[in-house]
């Protein structure tokens, strides 16, 4: 069967290669588009739509199509099957979106199997993209997120710390780089605490957390229903009350914070965008998805989406709307641009994006509106998962 479905995807790219150019080229978004995490979905729906409001809807004369696919939860056999369609029965040139890391994972080898250039525009574990040559990644790491705030906390002299993750790669990875750098710096990791990826109440960890009395808890959710029930189990447990202080990696998300109002004021995140970003790159951006998707709010998760579009106009352009994968690749190797985010570049040999990471508190603007305002920078960021000194810059 694998045979079989190696040599549907080879002759449907070989079928295409000699085309000289495509009037359309055709590119795939995988994206949550129900289910649980459709708010994100929809994020990077209206974040593409903004994208091409702005930067127009064709690249060197050939108009860019976009093909939406539905994958509401983790589900690597059916993200397989859907980056298969892509390639074999839509044709396209380009696949992104993949919010979780095991779909990301089942999608790497039709990548590298179809030299199909694969932009990633969330799932985060360091090692994603080792499993295919074809693949980058336009969101970031937790390993490059995780460190800056180790490095945040020792200079806060923080020196007691619980950390709570999620039990799946993001998890382990934004735990280890946390970790290994704060044990570095002189800090001290009382317990480290897993928990199950499905589970929905953390009043039972954030209690435990309380009786170990640490200086603060560092947090990893994966987003969605049960980040926001991390955020109202720290609340409910007492722990600010108690002077155990929160950092974690975005668990204060904009779609959740008028939910959670005041209670959320304070609380730490190390990330690597804000909408309250101060550029006229991301003022025009967040604008621009007001005017086209008033209903929608965006987060660090539409950023992916969006540097990703640009990713994927940049190898579009640098082949002429040819079916040429590995040329597309090289074109962005090394790449440096200015994002809505800030300055980013694409590092040459692991195909990681290099980025800054701001330090974000929960404030309220001159309207009195909840945002995550950036105070601090660690500037252009590896991801430090995949570098042995796990040192920052």
């Known amino acids: 069967m694998k045979s079989l479905i190696a040599a549907g995807i080879f002759a449907a790219a070989s079928a295409l290669a000699s085309a000289v150019q495509a009037d359309t080229v055709k590119v795939g978004v995988i994206a949550p ?10 994020m990077w729906e209206a974040t593409v739509k903004a994208f091409q409001k702005i930067h127009g809807t064709a690249v060197a004369g050939h108009t860019v199509e976009i093909v939406w696919k539905d994958l509401a939860d983790i ?34 080898a039709i990548s590298q199997e179809a030299k199909v250039p694969t932009v990633i525009f969330n799932a985060a574990t360091s090692s994603i993209l080792d499993k295919s040559d074809f693949l980058l990644r336009t969101s970031y ?9 180790a490095k945040y906390a020792l ?48 009043g039972p960890f954030m209690q435990k957390i309380k009786t170990v009395k ?8 994966p987003g969605g229903p049960p980040t926001y029930a991390i955020i109202k189990a720290y609340t409910e447990a007492g722990l600010k009350e108690a002077g155990i202080r929160f950092i974690g990696t975005g668990e204060t998300s904009e779609v959740d914070l008028p939910g959670f109002g005041d209670v959320a004021l304070g609380l730490e995140t190390a990330l690597h965008y804000s909408p309250a970003h101060a550029s006229a790159k991301n003022e025009l951006f967040i604008k621009t998805v007001a005017e086209l998707t008033p209903n929608v709010i965006v987060n660090a998760v539409s ?27 090289e074109s962005v190797k090394g790449w440096q641009w200015e994002s809505p985010r800030g300055p980013v570049k694409i590092d040459a040999a692991s195909r990681e994006l290099v980025q800054n990471v701001y330090m974000r508190v929960v404030d309220k603007d001159a309207a009195g509106k909840l945002r995550n305002r950036e105070f601090k920078t660690f500037e252009m960021q590896p991801d430090h998962g995949r570098s042995a000194a796990l040192q920052a810059k």
């Open 214 to 221: 640490p200086d603060a808890v560092f947090v990893f959710g």
């Open 303 to 329: 950023i992916g989406a969006y540097d990703g579009m640009t990713v994927i106009y940049r190898m579009i352009e640098a082949t002429a709307g040819k079916r040429d994968g590995a040329r597309a690749l």
């Open 75 to 108: 589900n690597p056999a059916q993200a397989r099957a859907l980056a298969q369609e892509l390639v074999i029965k839509d044709q396209v040139q380009y696949i992104g979106g993949l919010y979780f890391t095991p779909d990301a994972l089942a999608v790497a």
């Open 141 to 149: 790491t937790l390993p490059q997120v995780s460190v800056p705030a």
């Open 155 to 202: 200079a806060e002299k923080v020196k007691t710390v619980v950390t709570m993750v999620s039990d799946y790669g993001p998890g382990l990875d934004s735990e280890n780089a946390f970790v290994k750098s704060f044990q570095a710096g002189g800090g001290k990791v009382v317990e480290q605490i897993r928990v199950p990826l499905k589970t929905t109440d953390f």
């Open 33 to 42: 588009l129900s289910g649980p995490y459709s708010t994100n979905g929809k």
